[in-house]
């Protein structure tokens, strides 16, 4: 009798415990991918940076000021004509109901190298009465922007990758400077070559070394990115991509 009492109470004091709640399944991450750019004018003539984006004759523009990539202004266009002439095409944009700017871009079947443009030659743009130059390079990979500065990698004519950064603190005395296949740019701030590629699923990497200096980009394949730049195999900084573009051969396609 005494052996039924105790399993009689201990029979209660489980029904008196509460069930333990199932664990929460593994929170899943979602990746937003960031769609790239129709273009990027790193102007040279003027303290801005601006991104175009299109869709169908929809274009939107987001423009940085270099002293420290800080938002300036974010507007809409519609797309008016295009007209081809002397080798470029110009593209209206409208806005309130009348002309109000117009992008310039070079047709690259007339540069002296047409498989150079790696990226489309955009030129110029005309915005608010602005005339803004914009920076543009052939065989050009990559090029973007920070908080701090602008940078291109490219391929010299043998196929050498280069990296140059343009920081905004040097902007107030840039100069520009012509270079082959009508391409335009300034005095760059640090120039390094011989550098390196290479990919993982999840990233593309440019690693370029000089005296004892690291300079990595990275992109991720969810449109974000980082320069880093390490002295020594120390950390000096890591700086965020506010934007960027890829370059392919194959953009005369485009």
């Given amino acids: ?3 039924i009492a105790i399993a009689f109470a201990l029979t209660l004091a ?21 769609p790239p750019p129709w273009f990027i004018c790193d102007s040279i003539n003027q303290p801005a940076i601006i991104v175009f984006e299109r869709t169908g004759a929809d274009v939107r523009t987001a423009e940085y000021d270099k002293p420290n990539g800080a938002i300036v202004q974010r507007i809409g266009y519609f797309v008016g004509e295009e007209e081809g002439a002397a080798g ?22 007339m540069l002296a190298t047409p498989g150079s443009a ?18 543009w390079m052939p065989r050009t990979r990559v ?16 196929g050498d990758l280069i990296y140059n950064s343009y920081n905004f603190a040097d902007a107030a005395g840039a100069r520009r400077i012509d270079v082959s296949d ?6 760059f701030s640090v120039e390094v070559r011989d550098g390196a590629e290479s990919q993982t699923p999840q990233a593309l ?27 020594n195999g120390t950390l000096l900084q890591s700086e965020e991509l506010i ?5 392919t051969a194959a953009a005369t396609a485009q």
């Fill in 1 to 3: 009798m005494r052996r």
């Fill in 14 to 34: 489980a029904c008196g415990q509460q069930e333990q709640a199932p664990e929460a399944p593994a929170e899943e991450t979602v990746v937003v991918r960031v």
């Fill in 88 to 109: 470029s095409v110009m593209t209206e944009l409208i806005r309130d109901e009348g002309s109000d700017g117009a992008i310039r871009q070079i047709n690259p079947d």
């Fill in 118 to 135: 790696y990226t489309l030659p955009f030129t110029s743009v005309r915005l608010d009465n602005r005339d803004i130059e914009c920076r």
């Fill in 143 to 158: 090029t973007g922007f920070t908080g701090r500065r602008s940078f291109v990698v490219s391929e010299d004519a043998s």
């Fill in 182 to 187: 009508n391409g335009r740019t300034t005095n």
């Fill in 205 to 231: 990497t440019y690693t370029f070394e000089t005296q004892g200096f690291r300079y990595v980009i990275t992109l991720n394949r969810d449109g974000t990115g980082t320069l880093d730049a390490f002295q």
């Fill in 243 to 247: 934007g960027y573009q890829q370059g």
